[in-house]
C-alpha cells in the first residue's frame, strides 16, 4: 500500500463508528477499538464456522440410531425465534440511530431495554425448546453425535446472546451512571456489532440445521 | 462429593512414590520435588532482594508491553528447562530399553512425551515468540505501546495460569499420555478416565484463548498504530511476519478451542462427538486439530524468519535483499498455510485426489520459503559481516533448515507418507523445522535485543559456546532418528527389540545431552553477563549499528519508548537518520505522554483462570465456578473504572530525553569492527555509507 | 436533545432510518420465503436445497449490508480487508473440512 492510498484508507469512518462529525471520541482512539472489535468479531465468526463444519460432518453420518432431524424440528418454533431476533436487531439499530442523533438518554435506554427484553424472549422459547428435545422428544445431546454438534452449536450461540444481554445491561448501568461519555458510546457501537453478527450466525443456522434439516 | 472433587491424598505425587516406590515413581516425585522448591526458591530470592515491591508494581501489574514481553521470554526459558529435561530423560530411558523395559514406566513414559509436546508448541515456543514480537514490534513501529495494553496483560497472565496448570499436574496427579494432540477415542472418558487429559484440555484451552487475544493485539497495533510516514511497506521485515503471525492467531486458534471444548463435553457430560459408535467420529477431531495445527506451525516459524531478516540485514551492514519478496513471501506462507492441513493424516483413509490435493498444496510452500532462504544469502554476500551470536545462530539456522524443508517436501508426498507415517523420520523432520526454525531464532533475538532490553551486550564467548552445544546437540539427536525412521522405528516407544538400532540411540542420547549442555551454557551467558555488566554496557543504545527505529531510542527504553513520535521517510529508518547525521538531535518541542496506569486486574484474571481450570480438571465444582464468576466479576468491574491512564508531563519528557542525548553525545564513536568488543559503547559510527 | 443541526444532518438521518427500515423489510421477507418452502412443498429435492441455500446467503448478504452497512464502495478498507480474508478462511475450512469428512465417510460406508 502506497502513503497516498493509506490516508485514504484512513478518512473513512469504521464501519459501525456512528457518531456525526465534530462529537464523540477522538476518530483516532475510536478507530483501533472499533476496528479491534471488528477483528475479535470475525475470530468468533470463524468459530461458528468451525461449528457449522462440524455440524454438516454429524449430519451425514453422526445420528446413530437417535431420532435424526426431521423427526424433531417443528420449522415454528425457529420461526418465531427468528422474528424475535429480527425485531431485536431492529431495536437494536433504532437504539444506535437514537445514539447518533439524538443524545437522548431516556430514548436510548427504551430502545435498548426492548433489544434485551426480545433477546430475552428469544433465549426463553430456545431454552423450552431445548427442555422439550431432552425430556419428551428423547433427543438429549448424549443420544447421538450429531445430537451433539446440534446442541453446541445452538447452545454457544444462546450463550453468546445471553452475554450479549448481561454486557447490554451492564452498558445500561453505565448509561445512568455516567450519561453518554465517550467510552459508553463506544462500548454501544461495539455491543451493535456484536448483536447484528449474532443474526447473521443465526440465519446460518435456520438454513444449515433446521430448513435444510426437514428438508434432507 | 468430597470438597475436594475428586482429589485425595494418594494423588499428590509425594505420597504416591512413597506408597509404590520404583525408580518411575522417583524421578516423578523429584520432579514435582523440583517445581515447589523451584517456587520457594524464587520466593526466597525475591524476598531476600526485597523485590517484592519492584516486582509488582514494576512487573506483575504492568501494562508497558516491553515488561509484558520479557515476562513472557523468561515464562518461556522456565518452561524450556522442563522440557528439555524431559526429553533428556526420554532418550536415557530409550538408550538403556533396547531388549529391556528400561526404568521409566510406560506410563511415566508416555506422560513425558505429552508434556514434553504440550510445553515446547504452547508453553515455550508460543511465549517465547509472542514476548519477542510484544517487545520489538511497537518500538519498530515508533509506536508507545500495543492498541490494548490492558488486553495485552490478560493474553500473558491466561498463557501463566496454563503453564501453572501443567506444573501443578506434577504434583497432584498425573498428566495426560495422549500425546500433544490428544486424539480421541484414546483421550476419551473410557480410555483415559484419570484426570490427566483433563489438565491437557484446560492448560491448552488457556494457552490459545490467550493467543487469540494476542493476535488481535498484535494485528490492530500494526494497522493502527505505526509512526507517521510508517507505510506497510516501510516496515521493518520482522513486522511483516508480525503481522503474519497475527493473522494466523486469529483466525487459526478458533478451531482448536472448539476441538478442546468438544472433547471436555464428551468428557464431563458424556457427548458423543468423538466416541466409538453412537455417531461420534474422531476424525472431525483430527480435521479440527490440524486445521489449527498446520497455521500454528507457521505462527512458530515466521516470527524467526524475521529476527533473521533483521539479523542478516544487521550484521552483514547491508540492507535487506529482496524486501519486496520477502515479504510476499511471507504473506503467501501464511495464507498457504491454511491449505495444508490434511497432510498431518495422509493416512486416515480419504481418496487418493485429496491427498495428491494437500500434497501438492504442501510442496507450493516450498517456493515461498525457498526464496526466503536466497534473499538471505544474497543479503550477507559482500556484506561488511560482524560474526556475532546472533548471526552464528542465523547461519547454522539456514543450512540446517534447508534440510529440514527437503525432508518436509519427501513427507508431501502421500506415498511416501504411508511409508514414514508416525515414524521417527516424522520426529526428526519437525524437530528439524522448529529447532533451527524457532528456538535458534528466539535465542538469536535475545542475542539481538538483550542490549536494547538492558542495557549492556550478552558475553560473546559463552554464547558461542552455546551456539556450537545447541548446532552439535542438534545434528547428534536427530540426524539418527531419520535414520531410524526410515528403518521402520515408530515414534513413542518406551523400549526396542532390535539391538541393532542401539547406537543410533545412544547417538541421539549424546545429542540431547549436549542440547541440554546447550540451554545451560545460554543461561551462563545470562549469569556473566550480568556479572560483567559493566564492561558490556552499551549505554548509547546503539550496539550494532542498527538499521530499525528501536535503536534510536534509551536502553533500556523509557516507558513511553520514544520521547517525540519519530517521523519515517523509508525503510532502514534509523540508519536513514544516521547517514543524514541527524541522530540524538533533539527535537524542537515536546508533548504530554499518555500511557496506561498499572493494574492488578490482568493478574488477576490469570489466577482466577488456572483456579477454574484446576477446579474442572479435579471436579471441585465450587472452585470453578466461583473462579469463573470471578473472571468476567473482574472485568465488569474493571468497565467501571474510568481513570485507566496517567499523563507523563512534557517537561519530566523533556527532562529525562534530554539528559539521555547529553550523554549520547559525549560516547565515543564505535566502528562497526569493535562491536563485539569492550570498545562498543552504543553508539555506532555515523556517515558510513548504508 | 439535539436532532440533526442542518440540512445535509437530516437528509444523512433519513437515509439512516431508511436503511434499517429497508433492511427489517427485505430480511423478513426473505425470512418468509425461506420458511415456505418446506411449508409449501412447492420446491422439493436438491431444487429446495438449492433455493433455502440461496435464500440464506441472500438474508446474511442482506444484514451485511444494511444493518452492519458493509459496502464495498464506501467501507473503510480495513474493514473490507478483514472481512473478505474471513471469508476467504472460512470457505477454505469448512469446504475443505466438508470435501474431507464426507469423503471419509462415502468411504466408510
Known amino acids: 500500500m502506497t502513503a497516498s492510498a493509506h490516508t485514504r484508507a484512513d478518512e473513512r469512518a469504521h464501519i459501525g463508528l456512528t457518531q456525526r462529525e465534530g462529537e464523540g471520541p477522538d476518530p483516532d482512539e475510536a478507530a483501533p477499538i472499533i476496528f479491534g472489535f471488528w477483528v475479535f468479531l470475525m475470530a468468533d465468526l470463524v468459530l461458528f464456522a468451525v461449528l457449522f463444519s462440524v455440524y454438516a460432518a454429524m449430519v451425514n453420518g453422526g445420528q446413530g440410531t437417535a431420532p435424526g432431524p426431521a423427526d424433531l424440528f417443528d420449522l415454528k418454533i425457529p420461526f418465531v425465534e427468528t422474528l424475535i431476533l429480527l425485531a431485536s436487531s431492529l431495536a437494536c439499530g433504532k437504539a444506535s440511530l437514537a445514539l447518533k442523533w439524538r443524545h437522548d438518554r431516556g430514548r436510548l435506554l427504551a430502545w435498548m431495554g426492548l433489544t434485551f427484553l426480545l433477546g430475552a424472549g428469544f433465549l426463553v422459547l430456545e431454552l423450552r425448546d431445548f427442555i422439550q428435545l431432552a425430556t419428551e422428544k428423547n433427543a438429549p445431546p448424549q443420544a447421538s453425535g450429531w445430537l451433539s454438534s446440534y446442541w453446541l452449536l445452538l447452545g454457544t450461540h444462546g450463550l453468546h446472546v445471553a452475554a450479549g444481554m448481561i454486557w447490554l445491561a451492564v452498558i445500561a448501568a453505565q448509561v445512568v451512571l455516567w450519561g453518554l461519555v465517550h467510552e459508553v458510546k463506544l462500548r454501544i457501537m461495539r455491543f451493535a456489532l456484536f448483536w447484528h453478527m449474532l443474526d447473521i450466525v443465526w440465519i446460518a443456522i435456520i438454513t444449515v440445521v433446521y430448513l435444510f434439516g426437514v428438508q434432507s | 462429593m468430597s470438597l475436594l472433587g475428586i482429589l485425595g491424598w494418594s494423588d499428590i505425587i509425594f505420597v504416591k512414590a512413597w506408597q509404590n516406590p520404583s525408580i518411575s515413581e522417583a524421578i516423578a516425585a523429584g520432579a514435582g520435588g523440583a517445581a515447589v522448591l523451584g517456587a520457594l526458591g524464587a520466593a526466597v530470592l525475591v524476598t531476600w532482594l526485597g523485590a517484592w515491591r519492584t516486582l509488582w508494581t514494576g512487573w506483575l501489574t504492568s501494562l508497558d508491553h516491553k515488561k509484558i514481553g520479557i515476562m513472557y521470554i523468561v515464562l518461556a526459558l522456565v518452561m524450556i528447562a522442563r522440557a528439555l529435561i524431559e526429553a533428556v530423560l526420554m532418550r536415557v530411558q530409550q538408550a538403556a530399553a533396547v531388549g529391556d523395559p528400561g526404568f521409566l514406566s510406560a506410563d511415566h513414559y508416555n506422560q513425558l512425551f505429552t508434556t514434553h509436546g504440550t510445553i515446547m508448541i504452547f508453553f515455550m515456543a508460543m511465549p517465547f515468540l509472542t514476548g519477542v514480537i510484544n517487545y520489538v514490534m511497537p518500538l519498530q513501529i515508533g509506536s508507545r505501546d500495543m492498541s490494548f495494553p490492558m488486553m495485552n496483560a490478560v493474553s500473558l497472565w491466561l498463557t501463566v495460569g496454563g503453564a501453572i496448570l501443567m506444573m501443578a499436574s506434577l504434583i497432584f496427579g498425573s498428566f495426560s499420555t495422549g500425546g500433544w494432540s490428544a486424539y480421541p477415542p484414546y483421550t476419551g472418558a473410557s480410555f483415559s478416565p484419570g484426570v490427566g487429559v483433563d489438565y491437557w484440555i484446560w492448560a491448552v484451552t488457556l494457552a490459545s484463548v490467550g493467543s487469540t487475544l494476542t493476535g488481535i493485539n498484535i494485528a490492530v497495533t500494526i494497522y493502527k498504530r505505526r509512526a507517521p510516514g510508517m507505510t506497510l511497506f516501510h516496515m521493518p521485515l520482522f513486522c511483516w511476519t508480525a503481522l503474519a503471525v497475527s493473522i494466523l492467531m486469529i483466525f487459526a486458534m478458533s478451531p482448536l478451542t472448539v476441538a478442546t471444548a468438544m472433547l471436555a463435553l464428551d468428557r464431563y457430560a458424556e457427548f458423543k462427538f468423538f466416541t466409538n459408535g453412537d455417531g461420534g467420529n474422531m476424525m472431525i477431531y483430527a480435521n479440527l486439530f490440524w486445521l489449527f495445527g498446520h497455521p500454528e506451525v507457521y505462527i512458530l516459524i515466521l516470527p524467526a524468519f524475521g529476527v533473521y531478516s533483521e539479523v542478516f540485514t544487521t550484521f552483514s551492514g547491508k540492507t535487506l535483499y529482496g524486501y519486496r519478496s520477502l515479504v510476499l513471501a511471507t504473506m503467501c506462507i501464511a495464507v498457504l498455510s491454511f491449505t495444508v492441513w490434511l497432510h498431518h493424516f495422509f493416512t486416515m483413509g480419504q481418496s487418493a485426489e485429496i491427498n495428491a490435493a494437500f500434497g501438492i498444496a504442501t510442496m507450493l510452500i516450498g517456493i515461498p520459503t525457498g526464496v526466503k532462504v536466497y534473499d538471505w544469502l544474497l543479503t550477507m554476500v559482500r556484506g561488511r559481516i560482524v560474526a556475532s551470536t546472533a548471526l552464528i545462530f542465523s547461519s547454522v539456522f539456514l543450512v540446517t533448515f534447508v534440510v529440514g524443508g527437503v525432508t518436509g517436501i519427501i513427507l508431501a508426498n502421500p506415498d511416501v507418507d504411508y511409508q514414514v507415517h508416525n515414524s521417527l523420520f516424522l520426529v526428526a523432520h519437525f524437530h528439524n523445522m522448529l529447532i533451527p526454525g524457532l528456538l535458534f531464532g528466539m535465542i538469536a533475538a535475545v542475542q539481538v535485543w538483550f542490549p536494547k532490553a538492558f542495557g549492556f551486550r550478552l558475553d560473546e564467548r559463552w554464547g558461542r559456546i552455546s551456539a556450537l552445544l545447541w548446532t552439535a546437540g542438534f545434528y547428534l539427536a536427530f540426524m539418527p532418528l531419520y535414520a531410524m525412521g526410515l528403518g521402520g522405528a515408530m515414534r513413542r516407544m518406551r523400549s526396542w527389540a532390535d539391538p541393532d538400532w542401539w547406537p543410533w540411540l545412544l547417538a541421539a542420547e549424546i545429542g540431547a545431552f549436549l542440547l541440554l549442555g546447550g540451554l545451560a551454557t545460554l543461561l551462563m551467558q545470562f549469569w556473566v553477563s550480568v556479572r560483567n555488566r559493566r564492561a558490556l554496557a552499551v549505554p548509547g543504545g546503539d550496539p550494532w549499528d542498527g538499521r530499525t527505529l528501536e535503536w534510536g531510542t534509551s536502553s533500556p527504553p523509557p516507558e513511553y519508548n520514544f520521547a517525540v513520535v519519530p517521523q519515517v521517510d523509508s525503510r532502514d529508518a534509523f540508519t536513514a537518520v544516521k547517514a543524514a547525521g541527524r541522530a540524538y538531535s533533539a527535537p524542537e518541542t515536546y508533548e504530554d505522554i499518555e500511557m496506561p496506569k498499572a493494574t492488578m486486574v490482568p493478574l488477576a484474571i490469570g489466577l482466577l483462570a488456572a483456579a477454574c481450570g484446576f477446579g474442572l480438571t479435579w471436579h471441585i465444582w465450587w472452585l470453578a465456578l466461583l473462579a469463573f464468576i470471578g473472571i468476567w466479576g473482574a472485568v465488569i468491574l474493571r468497565s467501571f473504572q474510568r481513570e485507566t491512564s496517567r499523563v507523563i508531563p512534557a517537561a519530566e519528557v523533556a527532562r529525562q530525553h534530554e539528559a539521555w542525548l547529553e550523554m549520547v553525545r559525549g560516547l565515543p564513536q564505535t566502528p562497526r569492527r569493535a562491536g563485539l568488543t569492550p570498545a562498543n559503547s552504543g553508539r555506532a559510527e555515523q556517515g558510513e555509507p548504508a | ?109
Open chain 3, 1 to 109: 436533545m439535539t436532532g440533526p443541526r442542518n440540512e445535509e444532518e437530516h437528509e444523512e438521518l433519513r437515509r439512516e432510518r431508511r436503511a434499517l427500515t429497508i433492511g427489517a423489510v427485505q430480511a423478513l421477507i426473505l425470512t418468509c420465503a425461506a420458511f415456505a418452502i418446506p411449508a409449501t412443498g412447492l420446491l422439493t429435492g436438491l431444487a429446495a436445497l438449492a433455493g433455502i441455500a440461496l435464500l440464506g446467503v441472500l438474508q446474511i448478504a442482506v444484514h451485511f449490508r444494511w444493518f452492519l452497512h458493509l459496502d464495498l464502495r464506501r467501507s473503510h478498507r480495513h474493514d473490507l480487508q478483514l472481512v473478505l480474508f474471513t471469508v476467504l478462511i472460512v470457505t477454505l475450512m469448512v469446504g475443505g473440512s466438508i470435501w474431507i469428512l464426507f469423503d471419509l465417510h462415502d468411504r466408510m460406508m
